[in-house]
């Protein structure tokens, strides 16, 4: 119940990318375990504090709820773990959440202070933002 769709997954669901990912990627606060399944496969990612709580979501899908980051929550989370998505796919994510109108720039530098990647995604978003 904890558990929230993050990354690829959220990507995924928001629309901002075109790769099909090959696991669930869920978020859990840091010290959980991953839930034991057998299928679907599950990528645990363990966050603490803001980065957890900020920028949920819940949407209503097949009468279940489901929780979900926000496009710039993602977007950021995308540059946090870009040694393991690939930066090419976060900055694809940034570009096309800016085009379709999903982020704000407020929201962006936001969450990518919570993330704690501000350093990292200033020079992205300074060239997809103006």
Not at 70 to 76: H, L, M, R
Not at 108 to 113: E, I, N, P
Request: charged fraction near 20%.
């Amino acid at each position: 119940p904890q558990a929230v769709f993050c990354l690829l997954t959220a990507l995924q669901f928001h629309g901002l990318t075109t790769q099909l990912p090959r696991q669930v990627w869920i978020a859990l606060p840091q010290g959980s375990h991953a839930p034991k399944m057998d299928y679907p496969p599950v990528k645990l990612i363990q966050y603490s504090g803001d980065a957890f709580t900020q920028g949920i979501e819940t949407h209503r899908i097949d009468q279940v709820d489901i929780r979900v980051y926000n496009a710039a929550k993602t977007v950021a989370d995308c540059f946090k773990f870009r040694n393991q998505i690939g930066t090419k796919t976060a900055i694809e994510a940034l570009k096309d959440a800016w085009k379709r109108k999903q982020v704000t720039t407020e929201d962006l530098y936001r969450f990518a202070r919570i993330c704690r990647v501000l350093n990292v995604m200033r020079p992205y978003l300074e060239g997809v933002l103006e």
